[in-house]
């Protein structure tokens, strides 16, 4: 395993709702909602959502801030993630085709990249685009769930995709910078890879040269950030200081999200990457009981009863 970024940890996307996100995550796609607690930045409470499997480890975990009750909307386009695929066994396409279709989520396509078998599908009510990936080669343990059998279930992530306009100076940051080897070229896509590669280690760039850019703001529809995993609070040190060695001044401070401990960089491409070192999710409430109590977030610790009565947003699962 490599002592610098070794592969994807979470992933952040700004949403519509927070019960449209309980119904899409876990009663669809078969997670668990393991953290209820708000958004760390800004003045403003805003509902943060992680969706996972029941403990909530690297590479598995999908967060949510259900964005529409601020009214603002987001502008799909390049420089953002643009894709979060989902790994699953080979031949269970047809499962979530059929069950995805059964729960009126809208399905794009199905194609094959990089020689494997793809369902790309909707959030029905954002409007994100997700992948579930057939991948028999990943052994990773199914998320267990009561909505989605155990031979078809997620397994964790596959890959995210970051689409550009111009590729610039993406390719060499992602080489230099955040220590991925290029790994081949499908069409447009070209695959990044880091350690031993493959699901949970996978970034596929984009060229859409013909599509401007899309949102970075917050808003409904777009994918915030993704999160890479460091190993400790040290490699994230030096991590941060080759990255500011290459030019790269504006990598930020580090951030306690009380869940990990983290860095962020708008890579060349604009798609905003962070590099997290894990913590744990059962820091504030124990394991069999994760995702059920609403988590205050630090600059909102006095105020919160107040701010549930305002959110007035119960999620009902
Ligand atoms: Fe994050």
């Avoid at 993630?81 to 699953?88: D, E, G, Q």
């Amino acid at each position: 395993m490599t002592d610098r970024i070794h592969g994807l940890h979470h992933i952040t996307l700004c949403t519509s709702t927070a019960q449209g996100d309980a119904n899409f995550f876990v009663k669809v796609l078969g997670m668990t909602l393991i953290k209820r607690t708000l958004l760390y930045d800004g003045l403003e409470p805003v509902y943060h959502l992680y969706f996972s499997d029941p403990l909530g480890a690297s590479a598995n975990v999908t967060t949510s801030f259900p964005w529409r009750r601020t009214g603002r909307k987001a502008r799909p386009g390049t420089g953002q993630f643009s894709m979060t695929s989902y790994s699953v066994p080979k031949g269970s396409l047809a499962f979530w085709r059929d069950h995805l279709t059964e729960h009126k989520v809208p399905i794009r396509r199905r194609y094959e990249r990089f020689g494997q078998a793809v369902l790309q599908f909707e959030h029905p009510e954002c409007g994100l685009a997700f992948e579930m990936v057939e991948d028999d080669t990943d052994l990773r343990r199914p998320y267990p769930s009561k909505y989605v059998p155990g031979q078809f279930a997620i397994r964790g992530f596959h890959s995210w995709t970051v689409t550009m306009q111009a590729l610039g100076d993406m390719p060499a940051f992602m080489n230099e910078a955040w220590n991925f080897r290029k790994s081949g070229t499908d069409g447009a896509y070209t695959r990044y890879e880091v350690d031993n590669g493959g699901s949970g280690q996978t970034i596929d760039l984009l060229y859409q040269p013909e599509v401007g850019p899309g949102s970075w703001m917050y808003g409904e529809g777009m994918v915030h950030h993704g999160a890479f995993a460091v190993n400790s609070i040290e490699i994230q040190d030096r991590v941060k200081a080759e990255i500011e060695g290459l030019g790269f001044t504006d990598c930020s401070d580090r951030k306690d999200r009380t869940y990990f401990k983290s860095i962020y960089i708008r890579s060349p491409a604009g798609a905003l990457f962070e590099a997290a070192v894990h913590v744990g999710f059962t820091v504030d409430e124990p394991e069999a009981t994760l995702g059920t109590e609403f988590m205050i977030s630090p600059q909102f610790h006095d105020r919160k009863e107040e701010l549930l009565a305002r959110l007035n947003d119960p999620i009902l699962l």
